[in-house]
């Protein structure tokens, strides 16, 4: 079998970002609710007698913990994430660089070497194939 080019690191990225988004997800998750089991029945005998099996405490949990999770990722999704993305822009040196040659090219101040390598740039990142599968 021929391994194509990046393979090797494309599963890697596929790895970690399956490790990051889901699956540590899912344990933290776990992890919170039976700290929070413990938590609120520890010392709360009257708790214990409503709640004392873990099941039900899950599910009363979730009930309540994702919608008030889904609001205010939509919050933030709303009013944070235009905030982070003109932060990133705003580090970005590439984009930084490909807009003031676009701005140059369209006010005739960009050279011909600065357009053409722009270019180059431009068509590599067009042709490069990111389906390993």
């Known amino acids: 079998m021929i391994l194509r080019k990046n393979f090797i690191r494309k599963l890697w990225m596929d790895g970690r970002v399956g490790h990051s988004t889901y699956l540590m997800f899912v344990l933290t998750f776990t992890n919170f609710i039976l700290i929070t089991f413990n938590f609120f029945l520890e010392d709360n005998n009257m708790l214990k007698n409503i709640i004392s099996d873990l099941w039900i405490f899950s599910i009363i949990f979730v009930i309540f913990y994702f919608p008030i999770s889904t609001l205010i990722g939509r919050w933030h999704t709303k009013t944070q994430i235009s905030v982070d993305n003109t932060m990133r822009l705003e580090e970005d040196p590439v984009r930084a660089r ?36």
């Open 98 to 133: 490909m807009i003031r040659i676009l701005l140059d090219t369209y006010t005739g101040r960009a050279t011909e070497d600065e357009i053409k390598k722009i270019r180059k740039f431009m068509l590599k990142i067009e042709k490069t194939d990111i389906k390993e599968f």
